[in-house]
């Protein structure tokens, strides 16, 4: 029933390498320039959504209780800055 596996007899000369994974260098200064504009776009959002609603206090004023379209757009703006 069962035969035995034939032995394959491998050459690993022939296998190629994979090229080393090369990080794109990050610079900081442009990285924090990111998260200044991604930081006031968010605060703009936020800003409209409380002139535009009554929250019931400051704490609740979050990204996350934006309305539906206000979070699409944060979330489209947010995407916008980071490419």
């Known amino acids: 029933m069962w035969s035995e596996a034939p032995v394959l007899d491998l050459d690993f000369e ?5 090229p ?5 260098e990050i610079d ?19 800003d409209y959504e409380r002139q535009s609603r009554l929250p019931l206090s400051m704490d609740e004023l979050t990204p996350r209780r934006l309305c539906p379209e206000q979070r699409t757009d944060l979330v489209t703006d947010l995407y916008a800055a980071t490419r």
């Open 28 to 46: 900081p200064e442009v990285e924090r320039r990111k998260a200044t504009e991604m930081a006031r776009m968010i605060d703009v959002h936020l």
């Open 14 to 18: 022939d296998v190629l390498e994979a």
């Open 20 to 24: 080393a994974i090369t990080v794109p």
